[in-house]
């Protein structure tokens, strides 16, 4: 079946640093990519997606680019401030049965920005 | 318009007791997720709703757990007898049409369940 693994947290940073969270998926057929963020007290929101390989999905400063070759998706930002603080979760999204796209999630990576 | 809005936000059951966990979609959303998230892991699909019809319960862990949306917006989770193991984050999302797989789903703030 389809998996995602992502980078173990917790990771912490100064501010400015530089971020990278990996993630990467296994599929049959050929999923859409997501990063959703939680941030503390609050739902889950997209802050990205790309569709088809070697698209590249940004947000808010953070970038990912669809890698077929290497199944990856990788979370990265410049430059991460203290609002950044929060749990990053990659996900896929794959036809399933009937018109059914469930998501698959990775099991989240809890990032904390120090000032 | 408002986003997916969940009730209650938490709840505490003692083991044995029934629970109904109440979703609002984003009015006209065609698609509807229940997800499971248990402490410290990622969400994980329990069933989806396009309109009232229930396409899809494969991720529904056990009998005990039944969902309905009778007319093709509010939706609820109900889970019988409840068990320990089923202490989680129950999350509604809802996405725009029958579904693509690049459509954005809407997530909910999620309800805690806590069974003792």
Redesign the interface.
Known sequence: GNSVTQMEGPVTLSEEAFLTINCTYTATGYPSLFWYVQYPGEGLQLLLKATKADDKGSNKGFEATYRKETTSFHLEKGSVQVSDSAVYFCALSERSGGSNYKLTFGKGTLLTVNP | GA??SQSPRYKVAKRGQDVALRCDPISGHVSL?W?QQAL??????LT?F?NEAQ??KS?LPSDRFFAERPEGSVSTLKIQRTQQEDSAVY?C?SSRT?????????????TRLLVL
């Open positions: 986003g997916v997720f997800y410290g892991q990622g969400p994980e699909f989806y396009q396409l899809d991720g999350l999302a029958e579904g693509t797989a690049q459509e954005t789903q809407y997530f909910g703030p999620g």
